[in-house]
Nanobody, 124 residues
Framework: VQLQASGGGLVQAGGSLRLSCVAS????????IGWFRQAPGKEREGVAC????????FYGDSVKGRFTISRDDAKNTVYLQMNSLKPADTAVYYC??????????????????WGQGTQVTVSS
C-alpha cells in the first residue's frame, strides 16, 4: 500500500494549486482518502477527506469554501484543489488512507499508509 502526493510548489497569496495523491497496491474504491498538512512547529491537521461509500467529503474549518477534494477511483487518484491560498496554508501536505469512512477526521489517529508529502509555500 503506497500513496504518493505531488503538485506542491510556490504560489502567491490568492493563487491556486492542485495536489494529487496516487494510490498503488490497493483498490482505492474501498478506502477513504484524507489530506493533512503540517507546518513547522505545529501538529499535523486534517484538511479534507473523501469517503469510499458515497464519496462524502469533509473539510477542516480553516479551508472550508476554499479547498475541494475529489476522487477518481478509475485512476486511483484523489485531488485537492486549493483556491484563494493564504500564507497560513504553507505546510507539507500529506495524504493517508483508512477503510471506507473518514473516521477520526480531522484527527489523524485512524489513518495510515502516509505518503511522503509535498511542500506548499504561499508567499504574501
Amino acid at each position: 500500500v503506497q500513496l504518493q502526493a505531488s503538485g506542491g510548489g510556490l504560489v502567491q497569496a490568492g493563487g491556486s494549486l492542485r495536489l494529487s495523491c496516487v494510490a498503488s497496491g490497493f483498490d482505492m474504491n474501498m478506502y477513504a482518502i484524507g489530506w493533512f498538512r503540517q507546518a513547522p512547529g505545529k501538529e499535523r491537521e486534517g484538511v479534507a477527506c473523501t469517503s469510499a461509500t458515497d464519496s462524502r467529503t469533509f473539510y477542516g474549518d480553516s479551508v472550508k469554501g476554499r479547498f475541494t477534494i475529489s476522487r477518481d477511483d478509475a485512476k486511483n487518484t484523489v485531488y485537492l484543489q486549493m483556491n484563494s491560498l493564504k500564507p497560513a496554508d504553507t505546510a507539507v501536505y500529506y495524504c493517508a488512507t483508512r477503510p471506507w469512512e473518514c473516521l477520526s477526521f480531522p484527527g489523524t489517529q485512524l489513518f495510515g499508509s502516509w505518503g511522503q508529502g509535498t511542500q506548499v509555500t504561499v508567499s504574501s
